[in-house]
């Protein structure tokens, strides 16, 4: 059920898929279906966008000059490659990101998020630069092992989670009583 609600819900906002649709079409020319088919194998199923999201989407970055479409294939399969304008918006959307990211990574814990109740400042700040150090490990582990990370070691990853899960788990126990 949580898989479906995913697939017909529009939590992506356009200007990420966009940004995706990019970093795809810089990798290799792509159809609309084979970008719709690679999305959803990267979530696990968990969403595949619309073809009324994709190929309107292709329709503006090719009339903006970001993407090009090359003749059918023997197929009459319609791929389309990204154009050097289109790289160029890549690498300063990239830049963009970065600088995001790193905004998000340095921003103080100041304000509370909702289930933190009555935290105290000065516990969140005690927590801060730990959960900092935990985002920006995973979000470079995110990043490099998009392409080439193992199985050992996404499965170690997994591991790492679940064992810091657990001591969490065992830190609420404790504190429960």
């Not at 000059?65 to 389309?80: Q, S």
């Amino acid at each position: 059920m949580f898989r479906h609600w995913m697939r017909h819900t529009a939590f992506v906002p356009k200007g990420l898929l966009r940004y995706r649709v990019l970093e795809m079409l810089s990798e290799k020319p792509m159809s609309g279906s084979e970008i719709m088919d690679r999305i959803e194998e990267e979530t696990h199923g968990a969403w595949r966008p619309s073809p009324g999201s994709i190929y309107p989407m292709l329709t503006w970055l090719q009339e903006k000059g970001f993407v090009k479409a090359l003749p059918r294939d023997e197929n009459g399969i319609k791929r389309y490659e990204l154009t050097d304008k289109g790289r160029k918006l890549l690498e300063e959307k990239s830049k963009i990101r970065e600088r995001l990211v790193e905004r998000m990574v340095s921003f103080p814990l100041l304000i509370p998020p909702p289930f933190a109740g009555s935290f105290s400042e000065d516990r969140l700040r005690e927590l801060h630069e730990p959960i900092k150090r935990l985002f920006t490990a995973f979000r470079d582990f995110m990043i490099l092992s998009r392409d080439k990370a193992t199985k050992e070691d996404i499965a170690e990853a997994g591991r790492v989670f679940e064992e810091a899960a657990e001591k969490i788990g065992e830190l609420n126990r404790k504190i429960k009583g």
